[in-house]
T-cell receptor
Framework: SQTIHQWPATLVQPVGSPLSLECTVE??????LYWYRQAAGRGLQLLFY??????ISSEVPQNLSASRPQDRQFILSSKKLLLSDSGFYLC?????????????FGDGTRLSIL | GESVGLHLPTLSVQEGDNSIINCAYS??????FIWYKQESGKGPQFIID?????DKRQGQRVTVLLNKTVKHLSLQIAATQPGDSAVYFC???????????FGQGTILTVHP
């Protein structure tokens, strides 16, 4: 069966520091991969998605970037964190190439910027 | 622009009651809908989905109803249990790469 892992679960970082959040998927090949941010008590906002290695699409302008160095690895990064980058970050995957498939989420990273 | 929203932000029920969570969507071209359950501190968990060529789909204790005429989606939970307490999101997919648009969520609280 497929599994998705995110780490770390929680992270406290000072303003201006770099960021690297990692997500890996097991049990599937060539998945679509996604990064979302969720503000407290709100819905999910899509940040990035990827349909293959090295292919990244950004949904909203922001201080973050994403990379996909391997088929089942998705990384969310920042060179200098802002206070507004605080939030709950979720990685998700879905089957490739078939329209209308559910996305499956990891358990997220709670990021606090001080 | 397109949006997916929820009519009721909070819902409180007694254990054993049936729960109904509603969702409205604005994009008539959407052809796939999903309900997710999110517990505190965790990622959304897939509950049930429905395609636009259907108007009803049943799972274990859950039923999703789709009314395309009024662009309305609902999730029915039978014999609600305390473990059903969570935030429930509806989501819409309308592009070939499966981009989801989420509603704001409904908080379901089940009292024993």
């Amino acid at each position: 069966s497929q599994t998705i892992h995110q780490w770390p679960a929680t992270l406290v970082q000072p303003v201006g520091s770099p960021l690297s959040l990692e997500c890996t998927v097991e049990g599937t090949s060539n998945p679509n991969l996604y990064w979302y941010r969720q503000a407290a008590g709100r819905g999910l906002q899509l940040l990035f998605y990827s349909v293959g290695i090295g292919q990244i699409s950004s949904e909203v302008p922001q201080n973050l970037s994403a990379s996909r160095p391997q088929d089942r690895q998705f990384i969310l990064s920042s060179k200098k964190l802002l206070l507004s980058d605080s939030g709950f970050y979720l990685c998700a995957w879905s089957e490739q190439g078939i329209r209308g498939q559910p996305q499956h989420f990891g358990d997220g990273t709670r990021l606090s910027i001080l | 622009g397109e949006s997916v929203g929820l009519h009721l932000p909070t819902l409180s029920v007694q254990e054993g009651d049936n729960s109904i969570i509603n969702c409205a969507y604005s994009n008539s071209a959407s052809d796939y809908f999903i309900w997710y359950k999110q517990e505190s501190g965790k990622g959304p968990q897939f509950i049930i989905d429905i395609r636009s060529n259907m108007d009803k789909r049943q799972g274990q204790r859950v039923t999703v109803l789709l009314n395309k005429t009024v662009k309305h989606l609902s999730l029915q939970i039978a014999a609600t249990q305390p473990g059903d307490s969570a935030v429930y999101f509806c989501a819409e997919i309308y592009t070939s790469y499966g981009k989801l648009t989420f509603g704001q969520g409904t908080i379901l609280t089940v009292h024993p």
